[in-house]
Nanobody, 114 residues
């Protein structure tokens, strides 16, 4: 069973930063779409950012504050989150899409609170 292993969530004050990591099996990491979704309490899951390697898109609410990057040597994608706001509080899910299937991480909690 394919597993996406997330890490890096936690609690931070408004204005702070966090970096999330998501490691994927080498066999499916390369040349596939990866990204991060998030789900706040009582809300639907929404895309934070998606990248194909060539094209990257960000949700309007995170543009200019979040940055996705990938390290192909480590089969890992990162989400750098800066200038965090209380409304960024959510469970963040790593996402990977191949031509055959989609995969999700287990989710990592990010809490922004003073």
């Amino acid at each position: 069973q394919v597993q996406l292993v997330e890490s890096g969530g936690g609690s931070v004050q408004p204005g702070g930063s966090l970096r999330l990591s998501c490691a994927a099996p080498r066999s499916i990491f390369s040349n596939n779409i990866m990204g991060w979704y998030r789900q706040a309490p009582g809300k639907e899951r929404e895309v934070a950012t998606i990248t194909s390697g060539r094209t990257t898109t960000y949700g309007d609410s995170v543009k200019g504050r979040f940055t996705i990057s990938r390290d192909n040597a480590k089969n890992t994608v990162y989400l750098q989150m800066n200038s965090l706001k209380p409304e960024d509080t959510a469970v963040y899910y790593c996402y990977l899409k191949t031509s055959l299937s989609e995969y999700w991480g287990q989710g990592t909690q990010v809490t922004v609170s003073s």
